[in-house]
């Protein structure tokens, strides 16, 4: 299973753009890159998945560079309550369930 | 709706007394899985089931006991609880096919033994 690194903190203000860059040096083929949101006392909740180039849905955006040796989430314009600890995961794709592990995460605190 | 149900939410027990901690999801999932969350050690799992009579041990199995005796069910059993086990745990649950951890996370327990 891919080792994951992440910051383990970050701060940002309201309505600014946050990266959050995760480094995957050991990634496989057949690996997903995976985000997950958690804020405090609840289970974490799903963000967005890729596997190369670009992914948007209506929450954020997901980069991979052409190496897949890491990743990065991008929140656009955010709130006060995109206050979250953000998982960066990397496994294997369908059928490959194994061992999961999510790691410390990145905590994010958005200041007003 | 579809979700995944934690049984109970908050629990207070005594060292060696047996409990279970129940997790039930309504969204025909193959694939269920326990984590327990530390302050500084993000989600570790405890242990994972691909379907119905197949479990695995996650990174932190000792002294933790699970059975998946039907699709929906995927109970947590402590049969001797210590403090050490004191912790926030999750239930997760996901359809194999559908990419790899498209999970849907269970509100939580948190489990305080003294």
């Known amino acids: 299973l891919a080792k994951t690194t992440q910051p383990i903190s970050m701060d940002s203000y309201e309505g600014q753009e946050v990266n959050i860059t995760c480094s995957h040096n050991?990634?496989?083929?057949?690996?997903?890159i995976t985000w997950y949101q958690q804020f405090p006392s609840q289970g974490p909740r799903f963000i967005i998945q890729?596997?190369?180039t670009k992914v948007t849905n209506e929450v954020a955006s997901l980069f991979i560079p052409a190496d897949r040796k890491s990743s990065t989430l991008s929140l656009p314009r955010v709130s006060l309550s995109d206050t979250a600890v953000y998982y960066c995961?990397?496994?294997?794709?369908?059928?490959?369930?194994?061992?999961?592990?999510f790691g410390t995460g990145t905590k994010l605190q958005v200041i007003p | 709706e579809a979700q995944v149900t934690q049984n109970p939410r908050y629990l207070i027990t005594v060292t060696g007394k047996k409990l279970t901690v129940t997790c039930s999801q309504n969204m025909n999932h193959e694939y269920m899985s326990w984590y327990r969350q530390d302050p500084g050690l993000g989600l570790r799992q405890i242990y994972y089931s691909m379907n119905v009579e197949v479990t695995d041990k996650g990174d932190v199995p000792e002294g933790y006991k699970v059975s998946r005796k039907e699709k929906r069910n995927f109970p947590l059993i402590l049969e001797s609880p210590s403090p050490n086990q004191t912790s926030l745990y999750f239930c997760a649950s996901t359809q194999t096919d559908r990419g790899p951890y498209g999970y849907t996370f269970g509100s939580g327990t948190r489990l305080t033994v003294v």
């Open positions: 050991n990634i496989a083929t057949n690996d997903y």
């Open positions: 995961l990397v496994g294997e794709g369908s059928g490959g369930y194994q061992k999961v592990t």
């Open positions: 890729g596997y190369k």
